[in-house]
């Protein structure tokens, strides 16, 4: 078979008109800038028959639509961009700033209370959620303000009205954050063929997951040469450790303890250095009879020897 190709030749003008694309902004456009929300919709307990308000706020909507819904006890509608969806005369939408879409449920009710929804009508959809929590008239609430980690614990709330026994209620509150790592000593100096333990506290909620790992990134893991352990002291305060077993030269490097959890990770470094090990000191003595032309004469040899390499003998002869 024969196959014939055929070129054409073109003549292009010297300039080619210029095109310039734009980001408009809008679903489907080219590079469309994509909303963002910067705001985390904050959850709510509020009195019955006081307001609730969330405030969602989105930036860069373009012409996309932002919408409130309530998830509970079926999802329904209740805002679509600036129009009212729910015939809830109690709901009701502001925005001020442009920027966002708030949401006020006036005179709660028991039957208010669930998960609301502010959605993003992108590709996926992007949405934040919020809880309403609705309690009665007769509340008592304390409130906590710049929590730390060390407010986390069991709280009792005790009602008594003169008739005993009164009632009680424990509350837990687990305060969150990232890990922090506490290494007693960053530098380990053990002999050859020693066995040794590294280890790290750990404070951390929720619970991390923990690992060791050489300089390199090498991961160690429970074998012949190496055993990790873990231990949860309190709920947020764990130690773990690394067994090093027959320590020799190789073993000479730094090693890391690594904790991490879905609010950061935490790593504490741990030198380990490999020392000769010492002998003690060793003294012989010897005694002999010389033989020569005089007479006989009684000598003695004495060696001092403080390691078993790298000294020559030392001798005394008397």
């Known amino acids: 078979m024969i196959l014939w190709f055929g070129l054409l030749s073109l003549q292009l003008p010297a300039s080619l008109p210029s ?62 961009a600036d129009d009212m969806v729910t015939r809830n005369p109690r709901v009701t939408l502001t925005r001020n700033p442009p920027n966002v879409w708030r949401l006020h449920v006036k005179e709660i009710r028991e039957e208010d209370r669930g998960w609301y929804m502010c959605q993003v009508n992108t590709d996926p959809a992007s949405s934040q959620s919020a809880y309403l929590n609705v309690v009665g008239s007769n509340v008592g609430m304390l409130r906590m303000g710049n929590i730390l980690r060390g407010d986390s614990g069991v709280y009792i709330c005790n009602a008594s009205n003169g008739v005993s026994p009164p009632d009680i209620m424990k509350i837990l509150l687990n305060v969150e954050f990232p890990p922090t790592i506490y290494v007693t000593d960053s530098l380990i100096e053990v002999y050859p063929g020693q066995e040794v333990v590294l280890t790290c506290q750990i404070e951390a909620y929720p619970p991390p997951s923990v690992f060791w790992a050489t300089d390199d990134g090498t991961t160690l893991i429970s074998g012949m040469k190496y055993v990790v352990k873990s231990k949860e002291e309190t709920p947020y305060r764990l130690s773990s450790s690394l067994v090093i077993r027959s320590v020799n030269s190789e073993d000479f490097r730094n090693y890391e303890c690594h904790a991490s959890n879905p609010l950061g990770e935490g790593i504490g470094s741990m030198q380990l250095k490999v020392v000769p090990k010492p002998v003690s000191p060793k003294t012989g003595s010897v005694l002999g009879k010389g033989q020569g032309k005089g007479e006989g004469a009684i000598f003695s040899i004495h060696q001092d020897m403080m390691f078993d390499e790298g000294l020559e003998p030392r001798y005394t002869i008397k």
């Open 19 to 80: 095109v310039v694309f734009e980001d408009v902004g809008v679903p489907g456009g080219l590079y469309p800038k994509q909303p963002k929300m910067v705001e985390g919709v904050a959850n709510a307990t509020i009195q019955a028959g006081k307001e609730a308000v969330f405030n969602c706020t989105v930036e860069d909507v373009g012409s996309y639509k932002v919408s409130w819904m309530k998830q509970e006890p079926e999802t329904s509608i209740l805002t679509m």
